[in-house]
């Protein structure tokens, strides 16, 4: 898989390809630079961990869900939530305004959407 910056190289040469001008330079580097910051703000979003309890997916929407318990292991699966809990494929409930205190039990951290 190319890079962002490989693509944007690539891009500016399609789009450059039969220009002559003084300017050309300058063009392909707004070209450049207009892409990659584009493309790193939609890699940002699209890989965004969103915080359950700020924030919650549509229900019966299917998202990643991140957990994790006190030791910092973590689980990644697929879930969907149903009121105030995400369900997992595995049937694995978790609260989404579940306390902080520590525990052995893993609790829900994070979920993603998933995309295309």
């Known amino acids: 898989m190319k890079t962002i910056e490989e693509r944007a190289n690539i891009l500016v040469e399609h789009i450059l390809e039969d220009v ?3 300017d050309k330079v300058l063009f ?3 070209i450049k630079e207009s892409y ?3 493309a790193n703000d939609e890699h940002a979003v ?5 915080d359950p309890k700020v924030e919650q ?3 019966g929407v299917c998202v990643l869900i991140k957990v994790a318990d006190k030791f910092g292991n973590t689980e990644i699966c697929l879930g969907t939530r149903c009121e105030n809990e995400y369900i997992t494929d595995c049937g694995y409930e978790y609260e989404i305004n579940c306390d902080d205190e520590p525990t052995t039990e893993m609790k829900l951290v994070g979920w993603r959407e998933i995309h295309e």
């Open 28 to 30: 392909a580097k707004l």
């Open 57 to 59: 997916s549509e229900k």
């Open 46 to 50: 699209l890989t965004r961990w969103n």
């Open 36 to 38: 990659c910051a584009g």
């Open 20 to 22: 002559d001008s003084i």
